[in-house]
């Protein structure tokens, strides 16, 4: 388990660093200090190793239990932990370097990757989401007719345009910039249960 741990890590660093076609599996056994062939028992192919990067990561960033909802619950304080969890992992330099490499294997050629990221990081987050307001719904504390709808506009209200500035490189305080995303992320949680709320 250590030294798939070494690999997963030595694979993330390089993944970001080089992009996908820019990393060998022998430049990972280097850096996570393996043999080769020890990459390969453990995930196969690089494609298989990119993948487990990305669910590993999504997974130890937007653990399940961030999307629990208990009955009896306040949903303003659920909605609001998963916000600002999601708004602060979304503009971080190492997470939007991660989105920067897939955007250049796509440009590349390559979209499997990009697929590959939605697939383990917002289709598994937007299912968790749906799985909470359902739960809230159920509760009597949301009314919502379109859960699926209204978990792609939770996101779309917390983030803004903040991980595009981010990725575009338009951040020249980022204190002021950390404050910002969190200030968007309160107000979207305010518009959202404006919108949601029973009346």
């Known amino acids: 388990m250590e030294k798939r741990a070494a690999i997963l890590e030595a694979a993330k660093a390089l993944f970001i660093r080089n992009a996908f076609a820019g990393t060998s599996m022998d430049a990972v ?54 916000a600002l969890t999601h708004a602060r992992l979304d503009c971080d330099q190492e997470n939007v370097g ?51 709808r209204a978990a792609v506009q939770f996101m779309a209200l917390i983030k803004g345009n903040l991980m595009l500035r981010r990725m575009f490189g338009c951040v020249e305080c980022n204190d002021s910039y950390a404050a910002e995303v969190e200030a968007n992320a309160r107000a979207g949680v305010d518009m959202f249960l404006r919108a949601y709320l029973p009346r």
């Open 98 to 148: 991660t989105f920067r490499a897939i955007l250049s294997d796509c440009r590349q050629g390559n979209p499997r990757f990009g697929r590959l990221m939605w697939e383990e990081g917002m289709m598994r987050t937007h299912a968790l989401m749906e799985r909470l307001l359902q739960q809230a719904v159920d509760a009597g504390q949301l009314d919502i007719p379109d859960v699926s």
């Open 29 to 82: 056994a280097a850096e996570a200090g393996v043999s080769k062939l020890t990459v390969y028992s453990h995930f196969g192919d690089k494609d298989n190793l990119f993948r487990e990067v990305i669910r590993a990561r999504v997974q130890d960033l937007l653990p399940e239990e961030t999307y629990q909802f208990e009955p009896g619950a306040d949903v303003r304080e659920a909605l609001l932990r998963i």
